[in-house]
């Protein structure tokens, strides 16, 4: 029990709204559980209703009494309903800064350290006023520091989550370390250097800061997107977007244009998509980079993805699946002949669990031939085929011509259609090994989209070996995870999956984790091998839910389960696992 409950039930006590009685019982409650909370607590015993509670609740906030991370640990109350209510309370606007489209060039014309100094990020302004986002706004040394800095206009200060202002200041000093790159670009621009662009330096460099911070920050891809007023640069960091850098619409032009050079694009068309790959030694280490181009309203939307050959030569072991999953999947692996299907949607790092699988069966007994589209990796001891339409070699013409290059296991990108499926099921029945993967959103989901997609069950059930689902979950920051009890309700619904031992964590956001409070992913998977009750189930054409109860007793877990097991073992947080995975 922190010192916020003690003081807020001495000034219960106060107000006379609890005697010291009532105060012991409830002190003795929030000791008995981890899942009692203060707020539910009050609520329950008609101590107070939830409206009073809020007000009391801001009038703590503003004596200091209480901070931002207390109100959620104690009264279940999360930081976007506390914020309205107080900027409501000071009558003050609330706004969630990721929604709202930021006026970057009223923070460059001013002086960076004095806004770093107050926490403010100035948002937009008008002909009156200047709206600015106060990390405390209640600070009313910030509020006159930055009054000062907009002399003749009035400031109306912002309510945000303070999380939000540090991201955005962030970014913003990011973007005012370059301030000098931007202006020799502009002079190039206007001096013959733009006639050849191969010549244009401080482009390169900027092209070489932008891949350098995205790769630092853990970047899978980068976006480079033309708005009507700006040009954004976006990078997606464990599976979400963020912000990284925003330039002037001018900066654009040159910078689409150097891209396209480095990775042998046409740069006269721009009315069609268009795609190339291009290499460079960052930060001491060689990255490939595949880019696409596509044409939009305001310009070429370009979208570079990173590929670190070391990240995804990773041991099948290392992965991240539980140990019975991991057993079954390898058991499922070093079967003489079947199919293998591995399933999630895009992003969900389907590809390196398969590399991984065939890294470790790989032998110079065995012929390994893969198709793919586009192959990301090499490996060595394998044949890889890249998939090419215009030449008329698709999945399955590839197919085709593979089952009779005499193969032991076969890999195949995806199955996009019903033919390369045929075919692919036709391979694993006549003695090959097949890897494949699907998008359905679970491993029993699989079997009914196959049967959908024209595959006769008896021969489903003939070739299926193991079904395999995945999502990537982001692990908690251990830089700044603070410990989270459970409401009850919440307690009370999972309770059943939690291990003997268990902490929950939330996320807070720091520096090294860019204020998301999480730092990389992990995978969170479920695996259903296909026993022979479930294969002969298969065949008669069970219901899922009729192959779902046998797997159940078979040891099944799915996906959700394992998700919990990770938020109570304090890897990730119960938010995101609701975000990917909701039972």
Request: with cysteine.
């Amino acid at each position: 029990m922190n010192n916020s409950v003690t003081t807020l039930l001495s000034y219960l006590i106060q107000k006379q709204i609890i005697d010291e009685k009532s105060a012991t019982e409830i002190k003795e409650e929030l000791k008995e559980s981890s899942h009692h909370i203060l707020g539910e607590i009050l609520l329950k015993k008609n101590i107070i209703n939830k409206d009073d509670l809020l007000i009391l609740i801001i009038d703590f906030f503003k004596k200091n009494h209480l901070k931002l991370e207390d109100i959620n640990t104690n009264f279940a109350i999360n930081n976007e309903t506390f914020l309205q209510a107080l900027a409501k309370n000071l009558n003050y606007k609330y706004m969630d800064l990721d929604s709202v489209d930021i006026d970057y060039r009223l923070s460059s014309k001013l002086p960076f350290l004095q806004l770093k100094k107050y926490k403010a990020l100035p948002i937009k302004e008008d002909e009156i006023n200047v709206f600015v986002a106060l990390r405390d706004p209640l600070d009313m040394n910030a509020q006159e520091g930055v009054q000062r800095i907009f002399p003749r206009k009035l400031l109306k200060v912002i309510i945000a989550e303070p999380s939000q202002i540090d991201k955005y200041l962030v970014k913003m000093e990011l973007s005012e370390s370059i301030k000098g790159l931007v202006s020799d670009i502009r002079k190039e621009i206007t001096s013959s250097a733009l006639d050849n662009p191969q010549e244009s330096s401080s482009i390169f460099k900027l092209i070489e800061i932008l891949l350098k911070t995205s790769i630092l920050a853990r970047a899978s891809d980068i976006h480079i997107e033309p708005t009507e007023n700006n040009c954004i640069v976006r990078s997606r960091i464990d599976g979400m977007l963020t912000e990284t850098f925003i330039f002037d619409k001018d900066i654009y032009p040159p910078l689409s244009s150097r891209m396209k050079l480095l990775s042998n694009m046409d740069i006269a068309e721009k009315r069609k998509p268009q795609d190339g790959r291009f290499s460079a030694s960052i930060l001491g280490k060689e990255y490939d980079f595949r880019i696409s181009a596509l044409p939009t309203i305001n310009g070429e939307s370009i979208v570079i993805r990173v590929l670190d050959k070391s990240k995804v030569m990773i041991k099948i072991e290392d992965l991240g699946m539980q140990p019975e999953t991991y057993a079954k999947f390898s058991q499922a692996m070093r079967t003489p002949y079947g199919i293998i299907f591995v399933t999630g949607p895009t992003g969900s790092g389907k590809t390196t669990t398969l590399y991984a699988a065939l890294n470790a069966i790989k032998s110079v007994q065995s012929k390994i031939i893969t198709v793919e589209d586009p192959v990301e990796y090499q490996l060595n001891l394998t044949q890889q085929v890249q998939v090419n339409e215009k030449a008329n070699l698709t999945f399955a013409s590839a197919l085709r011509s593979i089952l009779r290059q005499d193969p032991d296991i076969i890999m195949i990108g995806e199955v996009r259609d019903t033919e390369t499926l045929k075919i692919a099921v036709q391979a694993a029945l006549t003695g090959h090994l097949v890897f494949t993967t699907l998008h359905t959103n679970d491993a029993l989901s699989a079997v009914t989209r196959i049967v959908d997609m024209g595959i006769e069950p008896y021969l489903i059930s003939g070739s299926l070996i193991a079904i395999e689902a995945q999502r990537l979950v982001r692990k908690l920051c251990p830089h700044c995870k603070t410990t989270y009890t459970l409401p009850k309700t919440a307690y009370d619904e999972i309770k059943a999956m939690l291990p003997e031992n268990y902490q929950f964590y939330k996320n807070n956001g720091c520096e090294k984790c860019s204020q998301t409070g999480y730092l990389g992913r992990e995978m969170i998977s479920e695996i259903l091998p296909i026993s022979e009750k479930i294969s002969s189930m298969i065949a008669q054409g069970a219901s899922k839910s009729d192959i779902k109860e046998q797997a159940i007793q078979e040891g099944f877990v799915d996906m959700y389960h394992d998700g919990i097991i990770r938020a109570a073992n304090g890897i990730t947080s119960l938010d995101e696992i609701a975000r990917v995975a909701k039972g």
